[in-house]
């Protein structure tokens, strides 16, 4: 353990990842609640491996690594939107992309020949990784995906929900659900930079989940979710500070255990209705 002066003075060193933090929890709290809505958990994985390729080809470069992250991203969420309309065609489609993203991705490392701690910080994710720069893109890119998720909600909302008859009453599906892949492929290029690319879906996926266990309120669900999503990120990361370890492994058992208590409460909730009925 550290003594308080030091975690004070460490704080300001890592001020631009608790802000990074915070803006990615409320934003992919937001978006995880409708990859849960059109079971699409497993394309977040699958993007994240592209978007993980993408980001060492840039390290290996020399380039931006934000800019080399959204390029796989993209790739991979326009891939999935354009080729996977249907559940076992998407599956198929990631189970192709995310051995292809991964083994890409080891490849660039292995020819890296900078530090070993740059290499690690993609897979596991970085406490003090986010530079000014960075953090001008990361929150440029979450401010881009919630104001286009925000126009987008009312029929994105529909589509998940029913998507025949969203069809039937003149929705764009394709042009929504192809919309809210490159939102969600952009969302996780930003979420790599955090938390790395092998438990990104801690960020994206758990949240939502969690808040889907204790409500079925179209309001309540996404504001749960960006909560959860939030707390994660920020006390991850203040955690994180004084410890060894990277930030992933903190955030990750933070979302889980929210998962957990949300799914026991869930669970208290639905017997006791059961019992008053």
Known sequence: MIDLDTYVQLLGLVQNSIIAG???????????????????????HGI???SFAGAAGALL???NVV???????????????????????????????MPAGLGL?????????GRSANKFSLLTGQIIAVDSPQLAWLVGISLV???ALLLIWRPLTFDSLDP?????????????????MVLLGLIVAVSVQIIGALLVMALLVTPAAAALRVSASPVLVPMLASVFGL??????????????????????????????????????SRRRLRAAV
Do not use: K
Not at 166 to 179: D, E, H, N, Q, T
Not at 237 to 254: D, E, K, N
């Open 22 to 44: 915070a803006v990615l929890g409320l934003v992919g709290g937001l978006v995880g609640v409708f990859v849960m809505q059109r079971d699409m958990a497993f394309a977040v």
């Open 48 to 50: 994240s491996e592209l």
């Open 61 to 63: 470069l020399g380039v």
């Open 67 to 97: 800019a080399g992250s959204l390029v796989g991203s993209l790739i991979a969420a326009i891939l999935i939107g354009l080729l996977g309309a249907r559940a076992r065609d998407r599956n198929s489609i990631i189970g192709v992309l």
């Open 105 to 113: 991705g080891i490849l660039f490392l292995a020819l890296y020949p």
């Open 145 to 147: 995906v919630l104001v």
């Open 164 to 180: 025949d008859v969203a069809a039937a009453r003149g929705v764009p599906s394709r042009f929504v659900a192809l919309a809210f």
């Open 231 to 268: 707390f994660s990120a920020v006390a991850g990361i203040l955690l994180a500070i004084a410890g060894s370890l990277p930030i992933s492994p903190y955030i990750t058992t933070i979302s889980f255990a929210i998962y957990v208590v949300c799914r026991l409460v869930g669970r208290a």
